[in-house]
């Protein structure tokens, strides 16, 4: 997609003069550019790499690599390249311009390719991938944002991954290389185990897509993907019958036993012979490559670059500075409005993101009960545990109720009260009572939400929630009458139906705004419009806003102790309609002044990945992420890296601990990955707070059954203290306490469940507060002692709404508020918060 330069693009890059944008990434940018006269034949796409980047001499030497391999491939399948310079002040690195869409856009716009069109795509790749190995590389990515599609045949591009056989590879053990749901079994072995028929496993997956318009290895959790991936468990369903033997017999786990790209080839060949002579791109695609070739076309004869409309500005409003070598703005050329995409759900929702991502935090609460209540439990675990010195009381020591403090004076402890889900900022489940905390005139009231809740959040003054309409609403939390509201919806919304919803596929569609609210101290950050809000708490009055960075959208916000908020944005799939992947960019509390970015993931997402790259704690002037590479400690005043990333597989979360931040991770019963046969545990790690060496590890054997192909994955740890943890086993819907020294279970108590066709859990995670964990279902509150002796004691709520009725629905998706959930737990100030499902919201003491 052609789109206009912006304030700061170079003018030049080497001999090439820029015209106009074509996409963008976390690496850099991609310009139409030219060298000569400008008419269409002489136009190249030049990738122009990002200066910070440019900066890590081990990635020049990547980038040289991808110079030298890609000069080494001859084929008319492969975008063919002109020049490039990995040791110039902005590396660059110029391709032929292929004038039309990638199979990712062609398929987000248009749906699925016939079976002649997957068959001349088909071909055509393999000879691609045939050139490729003969000049002695592997491509190592091959994915639909990687495929053009153009009037001549499809055309393959972007070996930022590509290496030769013998070159070592740049990652760290146990660093993927590639995107998830497009990657084979060796890739997820690790990047040493990729070998030339990896990259015929990655084709094969990509036409499987083509096909049927859906990822062969299906969406959720990339644990779960990756996992069907090692077992090269592809889904084929859909996929026309003439490709499925040809695709299922590339979609082997043993590479030997793959055909070769010449021979798959020559078998895509003889069926497009046999199915007809209409082998081209359908009509669609075909206006498509042609409406870029007019773009195109009008660029040149214009006579100048396609630059900014003078009233554009900065992500943050304010007008943007140059420097002399970035173009200044002439005035306005407009040969006409190009395209953009749009932000309602593609053609097929299985096959492409959903509208809008949510932070995993809101998820973890959200659509793992919705899961776990339909029976389909998702690779999720919740741990967490209390920083020393925080309490009064703990494990083995004071009870639940409200302690005076030792440590803080009262207006700190106001200041930094904030509770979820999770508990406190620590997102260790373990939550010690202040009176101070106990909001101002409090008394036991009973309130309702104008509608189903999805996420909640509460401080001193007010419980605010984000509702599965999309709205917000804010209780007040002495009383339980309603503060505010927000309503940022607008009628595009009515494209994605007027409820959240979790498609067949496991997407999230959500209208109006879909972040989960942060709140702590009288202070309130939400979205409305998609801009971020930071409100007060008790009047809802917005104190400053902010627009995501182009292109981009919030996903999650967090908090932090020296008054900065972190934000978690994702771009477009694909970089076309502004910068893939996932950053995080920092803001001053207390006027929203602009801070550090810092770049978690760069290139297209794949469905497995939305969400998943977010900040996920901030704790001692650092803030922990999840980050491609694996998890990341950034310092919280520069965004700069500190220690090197834990990437020995993916937290499920992260938590700080006795002066420790630990990692939850699933693994089979030897500790690899991939292996069904053997029992799977839960691993907790324990990492240095600044190097994120390892310190320590215990864990907790789950159940021997399979949930969705992925094994044991139905004990979720929900509290840590020092000296006790509390799971939550679904399968056997017991509580779990055990030892946190080596995850023996030291007593199980029995949990809520309703029975429909199958059994639905409805009580919630347990959190730790005192010296006894609580959990609620939807008539009592449950307190349950740490230790192995002592009774558990149910106290009945009253005003608690009863189990609900579930609704029947021939829908093969979700809709979350017809679902029966748990409760959110909100403990703060010796009191306990419940919000049900339904709307319902119930204040009471917590029990002695």
Known sequence: MIGRLRE???????????????????????????????V???????????REVAGDPAFRARFRREIAVAASVASPFVARLVAGDADAEQPWLATEYVPGPTLAEAMRRHGPLPAPAVLALGAGMARALSAVHAAGALHRDLKPANVLLGADGPKLIDFGVARTPGATTMTSTGLLVGTPGFMSPEHVAGGRHVVAASDVFCLASVLAYAAAGRDPFGDGPVAAVLYRVSRAEAELEGVPQELREVLADCLVQDPGARPGPEALAERFAALAGASGPDAGWPDPVVESIAETRRDAAHLCAAGQPLVPLPQDSAPDGRTPTRTPTQRSTPPALTPH????????????????PARRARSRRTLLATVLAVAVAGGAVGALLALRGPAQGDEAGGPGGKGAGPTPSTTLPPAALVARAGVDEAGTDDRSGYVPQFREQRPKGWKPWRGRLGHAPMSCAADTRAVVCLLTDGTYEALDASSGRRLWTSDGRSPADGDVGDEAYISPSGKLFMPGDSLAPTVRGGTTVIAHKGRLQVRDSRSGGVRWSAAPDDGTHFTAALLTDKGRLVTSQEGSADGVDGPAGARLRAFRLKDGA??????????????AELGAYTADLAHDGLVYADAKEGVVALDERTGTRVGTPYDKGQCRTLMTQDGQVLCTQVLAGDGSFDDPNTTPQTRVTRLNPRTLAVEGTFGFKAPAVQADGFPGLD???????SGAAVAY?????K????DARHGRVTRREPLTTLTDVIKRPVSSGPLITGDRALTADNTTLRSVPLGAKGKARATVVPGAPGNPQIKAHTDPGTVIADSPRPPTLLLLGGVVTLVYDQGTVVSLEIPA
Not at 594 to 607: C, I, K, P, V, Y
């Open 40 to 50: 269409p034949e002489s136009l190249v796409a030049v990738k122009a790499i990002r």
């Open 729 to 733: 086993d679904t399968t056997n819907e």
């Open 8 to 38: 700061g693009s170079p003018a030049r890059m080497g001999p090439h003069e820029t015209l106009a944008r074509l996409g963008a990434g976390g690496m850099g940018e991609v310009f139409l550019a030219t060298d000569g006269p400008r």
């Open 715 to 721: 004990v979720v740890v929900s509290a840590v203290g």
């Open 594 to 607: 602009s801070g550090w970015t810092h770049t978690l993931s760069t290139g297209e997402l794949a469905g």
């Open 337 to 352: 409005d190009l395209p953009t995409m749009s932000a309602a759900p593609p053609a097929i929702p299985a096959a492409t």
């Open 735 to 738: 509580l779990l306490v055990a």
